[in-house]
């Protein structure tokens, strides 16, 4: 199983900040990289797949970058309802790992 | 509209077996991967395990592999994740998924399916 490794494992910022979470993966995946928003009593939300790619519907202050072994999500413009737990996950193989999660707490 | 519907909350004893249950409506089952999740209380996402529906090809997370059994009826739209003997430590909140393509994410999601296990 690929292991996914995501910093930090909390933040906390102000409406209207810019905020970055890292996600690595223990082998280069290419860019198979997904990312969710999970708030508590829902189900995860499907953000980005692709490392980049917007789902519908997502607002355009979410974006992702990176390939290989490193990538990032960037919230701009932090809103109070970006509140939640963000997980990164791939889907290189079968077994498509999810890294640790980071709780965003929005001040 | 696509949709998975997983089967209602579960309370069992140590050592007791349980199947639980994953329909998709709303879209061919048979096309898209079926992966299932475990989330502990108060943790994070874990992967266990994917079927294709189309021919029972199935993948286990290491940490799962023996523990847990994942099977599909495609004649009803229905994945299955089962134990042959739960223990207090499979006390979660369960989630079935579809991933949307090849290489891609999980884009629908069940609505959990909790199991608590206590003597």
């Known amino acids: 199983d690929i292991q996914m490794t995501q910093s930090p494992s909390s933040l906390s910022a102000s409406v209207g900040d810019r905020v970055t979470i890292t996600c690595r993966a223990g082998?280069?995946?290419?860019?198979?990289l997904n990312w969710y928003q999970h708030k508590p009593g829902k189900v995860p939300d499907l953000l980005i797949t692709?490392?980049?790619s917007l789902q519908t519907g997502v607002p355009s202050r979410f974006s992702g970058s990176g390939s290989g072994t490193t990538f990032t999500l960037t919230i701009n413009s932090l809103l109070p309802e970006d509140s939640a737990t963000y997980y990164c996950?791939?889907?290189?193989?079968?077994?498509?790992?999810f890294g640790g999660g980071t709780k965003v707490e929005v001040k | 509209e696509v949709q998975l519907v997983q089967s209602g909350a579960e309370v069992r004893r140590p050592g007791e077996s349980l199947k639980i249950s994953c329909k998709g409506f709303?879209?061919?089952?048979?096309?898209?991967?079926i992966g299932w999740v475990r989330q502990m209380p108060g943790k994070g996402l874990e992967w266990i395990g994917i079927?294709?529906?189309?021919?029972?090809?199935?993948e286990y997370s290491l940490s799962f592999k023996g523990q847990v059994t994942i099977s599909v009826d495609k004649s009803i739209n229905t994945a299955y994740l089962q134990w042959g003997s739960l223990r207090t430590s499979d006390t979660a909140l369960y989630y079935c998924?579809?991933?949307?393509?090849?290489?891609?994410?999980?884009?629908?999601w069940g609505q959990g399916t909790l199991i608590t296990v206590s003597s």
């Open positions: 079927i294709y529906p189309g021919d029972s090809e199935t």
């Open positions: 692709s490392a980049f």
């Open positions: 709303g879209y061919t089952f048979t096309r898209h991967w």
């Open positions: 082998q280069s995946i290419s860019n198979y």
């Open positions: 998924a579809r991933q949307r393509a090849a290489y891609s994410g999980f884009d629908h």
């Open positions: 996950q791939h889907s290189y193989t079968n077994i498509p790992s």
